[in-house]
């Protein structure tokens, strides 16, 4: 992370009451998934070393950010607002730990801020209240910017105390046609944060550029463009403002789409029309060696691999309407995988968390629209994730497969919403203006 | 779709006379044709629009760095790639989920395919369009699927398959905003792009 020249972890945990007689920190998981389930969390306001605006600015956006970030995998409770404004301050040095068990935190979280020669320190300190015991003492700095990439990672740091990975520092990639005029309809690829914030634009060639993927190492981008006139895939090296036109190497006029990495980064799925029908193509992350996987002369297209890679799901009509299929990554031991859940599915997104064998698409389960479904592979079962929501498609999931990402069509405008995987809890990205699709939710 | 219906199959049969009378002759094709009426009347503006809305984009950054101090981009100068309904070849319409040719859609094209004969340098990029009634990504494969049914039925009329490029557009450029089967049917079709 560029942003953050430095995240140390502070040597010495400041003598809040005497170390307990040395012994190993304990083991994070079993305290708040185990010994804690849904552990209690105290998130007071950010302290503020100096006084002056640039500090407080700075703590305002730590508290907001680390708060929703906290908030965001739905695994821990908090204490309401009201109950730590009941108490004392906080003393971010020295925590009256009793204060703390009187209002029912189970585990505190106390931030420290200041601005100081152009730079921002972060200092945090995670307490089990109980004991007293910090949990995790981390101090951060970097350039003021964006206090909110600070509080991203410290979430993620806290996160690192369950037995899940945090997301938020991950970033989302979507299409976007805010910046369409009359006379050039354009589509271009945006970044955002997971949470809607900070966009960045990556594509400004003004033609159309859709079907974004990440490349697992998070630092390229495969997609469609047409700036060449006909549909082709680009690579994006997003850092370095660089892209690689034809990855897949279409000659005359074939065309690709629907690009896809292995979860390795080493292969890439793609679809091609250069055997003359739409199918299903395999190649090294480069383009090189490409190999047919589909032969039908129907349309087979939309590529996702397994978790491990081995296995693909793809989108055919060969038996009338589009369905979900799988394969082996070879073309091999083809079966059907969507039969009860409507007459058009496509769009598959395979959870990438090995302990969640399920693949979720865009299915067309009541006439007109579309919406988000989950199937699952023990079960066979199906599990609707939108509902009345406009009509909904490109799902994606976070890294840890605990959240999807999608766009959805509601009062004639397209919006990239996230839902949590069993489909209780929606949240719109404001993002941005113009309509918003085809979001893909990156490392 | 505004074409008469009386006129279908004497087009039709004049195509196909054409077509084995050129087999007949083996080769030149006589410059007469060249006149023949495009399948819907297309003016000189629309044709040079036509012809303008084919070139290439210009070179230019494709993208631009994210973070850090990389390389910045802008935007590319030039012309807009917007494939409307004009030109001189008029767009073929489909069914629903479909790639299949009408009657309609088979007459319109035995007309560009006299138009085509007659012009002899002109090279056509078939665009593949879908409504919004399906997923982007299946209506890609779709779209693609329109454009190279009408090309290859281009082809099976006499026109080199050389001078017919397909590009699918799925339903990421439709022609008609609107959400009524009326737009609908609109934006499920082949556009023809047509340089020189």
């Given at each position: 992370m560029a942003l953050l020249a430095a995240v140390t972890t502070l040597a010495a945990a400041p003598a809040v009451r005497p170390p307990a007689a040395r012994q190993e920190p304990p083991p994070l998981d079993e305290i708040v998934i185990g010994g804690l389930t849904r552990p209690r969390f105290a998130v007071p306001e950010c302290v503020p070393r100096r006084q002056d605006d640039a500090s407080q600015a700075a703590c305002r956006t730590l508290t907001q950010v680390l708060r929703a970030d906290l908030r965001f995998e739905d695994l821990f409770q908090f204490v309401p607002d009201s109950l730590l404004n009941a108490i004392p301050p906080l003393n971010p040095q020295a925590p009256r730990f009793d204060d703390w068990k009187g209002i029912g935190a189970k585990i505190l979280v106390a931030t420290q801020a200041e601005v100081a020669n152009a730079e921002l320190q972060v200092e945090v300190r995670v307490y089990l209240v109980d004991t007293g015991q910090p949990m995790l003492q981390k101090r951060y700095s970097g350039?003021?910017?964006?206090p909110r990439s600070f509080a991203h990672q410290a979430s993620d740091d806290i996160l690192t105390l369950t037995q899940y990975k945090g997301v938020a520092r991950t970033r989302i990639v979507f299409v976007s046609d805010?910046?369409?005029?009359?006379?050039r309809p354009s589509k271009e690829l945006y970044i955002v944060d997971y949470?809607?914030?900070?966009p960045r634009r990556v594509t400004v060639n003004s033609s159309l550029n859709i079907l974004p993927a990440w490349r697992p190492d998070g630092a390229a981008l495969v997609y469609v463009s047409y700036r060449q006139g006909s549909p082709m895939l680009y690579l994006a090296k997003i850092f370095e403002g660089q892209s690689v036109a034809n990855l897949s190497g279409e000659k005359g006029d074939s065309q690709a789409f629907s690009p896809s990495f292995s979860p390795d980064g080493k292969s890439l799925a793609f679809v091609s029309n250069r055997a003359g029908s739409t199918d299903v193509w395999i190649a090294g992350a480069d383009g090189a060696s490409p190999r047919r996987l589909t032969t039908t002369q129907a349309k087979d297209t939309a590529p996702c691999f397994s978790p491990t890679g081995d296995e693909i799901a793809f989108t055919s009509d060969r038996t009338g309407t589009p369905q979900l299929w799988l394969m082996d990554n070879q073309g091999l031991n083809v079966r059907r995988l969507t039969v009860a859940s409507g007459n058009y599915n496509d769009g598959c997104a395979w959870n990438p968390a090995k302990q969640y064998s399920e693949i979720a698409y865009t299915a067309r389960l009541e006439a007109g629209g579309f919406d988000i479904a989950v199937i699952d592979f023990a079960t066979r079962q199906v599990r609707q994730i939108t509902q009345g929501r406009g009509s909904c498609e490109y799902a994606s999931w976070a890294p840890n497969g605990r959240h999807l990402v999608f766009s959805c069509e509601r009062n004639k405008r397209w919006e990239i919403t996230i839902a949590d995987r069993e489909g209780r809890f929606f949240q719109t990205l404001?993002?941005?203006?113009g309509n918003n699709a085809q979001p893909d939710w990156g490392p | 779709m505004p074409f008469r219906k009386q006129s279908r199959l004497p087009v039709g049969f004049v195509v196909l006379a054409f077509l084995v009378l050129a087999a007949a002759c083996s080769g030149k094709r006589p410059p007469a044709l060249a006149t023949a009426t495009p399948g819907e009347g297309g003016s000189a503006a629309d044709e040079a629009r036509a012809r303008a809305s084919a070139q290439p984009l210009e070179e230019g950054p494709d993208v631009r760095a994210v973070e850090g101090e990389g390389a910045s981009g802008s935007d590319i100068p030039g012309s807009g790639l917007y494939p409307g309904e004009g030109g001189p070849l008029a767009d073929i319409r489909f069914d629903y989920d479909s790639a299949a040719l009408s009657d309609e859609a088979r007459a319109t094209l035995e007309r560009h395919a006299l138009w085509l004969q007659g012009q002899r340098d002109v090279r056509v990029t078939i665009e593949g369009h879908c409504d919004e009634r399906g997923t982007v990504e299946y209506n890609l494969a779709l779209g693609e699927q329109r454009a190279r049914a009408t090309r290859e039925y281009l082809a099976s009329l006499g026109i080199a398959a050389e001078r017919l490029r397909v590009v699918s557009y799925g339903k990421e450029?439709?022609?008609?905003?609107?959400?009524?089967d009326a737009a609908h049917a609109k934006n499920r079709r082949a556009h023809f792009n047509v340089s020189r």
């Open positions: 350039r003021p910017e964006n805010r910046d369409a005029t009359k006379q949470d809607g914030f900070n404001a993002t941005g203006p | 450029r439709p022609l008609e905003p609107g959400s009524d």
